[in-house]
């Protein structure tokens, strides 16, 4: 019995520790989005970025004035899916004008004009062509909106007064909290190593 007392002794304030390092985390993630990095050079964001991602940190994002095409190829590992939703758009609206016209030509209104066939297909292929494209362009403009989650009038990050000159001349890095391996202290000192100018918090 004396040797079983010590240790559920131990194991209680072992869980007592495991409880108060989880509340302090909770606390410090509560309402906060994330953190922000601000950088005054591309480079140096791109830098940064692959730092991160050579960090283990996943739920990462950049924000720049101008497109940073190496950004996409260190952050965002998985292909977006709208060229798929375009190749389908397109074949929709290719099938969509085929059938329109065949449906005039050789079913509501058929013409024997010069014993030419009903369904004369090569007919059919510059109106099929135009609705192709027309189709296509539609999806790749609807969907490039959806898909970024626009319209957006409000996103955490506008919480932090710096981010205004995300569209002028600055460079941001944002780490989120739901990130595996987001703490608080930890990833701050991480950021600043970057060589941040500045590591801010951003509200929720």
Same mark, same amino acid.
């Given at each position: 019995?004396?040797?079983?007392?010590?240790?559920?002794?131990?194991? *209680?304030?072992?869980?007592?520790?495991?409880?108060?390092?989880?509340?302090?985390?909770?606390?410090?993630?509560? %309402? @906060? +989005?994330? @953190?922000?990095?601000?950088?005054?050079?591309?480079?140096?964001?791109?830098?940064?970025?692959?730092?991160?991602?050579?960090?283990?940190?996943?739920?990462? =994002?950049?924000?720049?004035?101008?497109?940073? =095409?190496?950004?996409?190829?260190?952050?965002?590992?998985?292909?977006?899916?709208?060229? *798929? /939703?375009?190749?389908?758009? %397109? /074949?929709?609206?290719?099938?969509? %004008?085929?059938?329109?016209? +065949?449906?005039?030509?050789?079913?509501?209104?058929?013409?024997?004009?010069?014993?030419?066939?009903?369904?004369?297909?090569?007919?059919?292929?510059?109106?099929?062509? =135009? /609705?192709?494209?027309?189709?296509?362009?539609?999806?790749?403009?609807? %969907?490039?909106?959806?898909?970024?989650?626009?319209?957006?009038? +409000?996103?955490?990050?506008?919480?932090?007064?710096?981010?205004?000159?995300?569209?002028?001349? *600055?460079?941001? /890095?944002?780490?989120?909290?739901?990130?595996?391996?987001?703490?608080?202290?930890?990833?701050?000192?991480?950021?600043?190593?970057?060589?941040?100018?500045?590591? +801010?918090?951003?509200?929720?």
């Amino acid at each position: 019995m004396s040797d079983t007392a010590p240790s559920l002794r131990t194991a *209680k304030r072992t869980d007592r520790r495991t409880e108060d390092v989880m509340q302090i985390w909770t606390e410090q993630t509560n %309402g @906060l +989005y994330g @953190l922000m990095a601000e950088f005054d050079r591309a480079q140096t964001l791109v830098d940064a970025a692959r730092q991160t991602a050579a960090a283990g940190y996943v739920n990462v =994002e950049a924000y720049t004035p101008l497109p940073i =095409e190496e950004l996409n190829d260190i952050l965002h590992r998985t292909r977006t899916i709208l060229p *798929k /939703l375009v190749l389908g758009g %397109g /074949l929709a609206g290719m099938a969509t %004008g085929f059938a329109l016209q +065949y449906w005039a030509a050789a079913i509501e209104y058929p013409m024997n004009i010069g014993g030419r066939p009903y369904a004369s297909w090569p007919a059919f292929v510059v109106p099929s062509y =135009e /609705l192709t494209i027309l189709f296509a362009a539609l999806t790749a403009a609807v %969907g490039m909106v959806l898909l970024n989650g626009l319209p957006q009038p +409000y996103h955490p990050v506008f919480n932090v007064p710096r981010f205004s000159m995300a569209s002028s001349d *600055k460079f941001f /890095l944002v780490i989120e909290s739901t990130d595996a391996r987001f703490e608080h202290e930890a990833t701050a000192r991480f950021l600043q190593g970057l060589g941040a100018k500045g590591v +801010y918090d951003v509200a929720d």
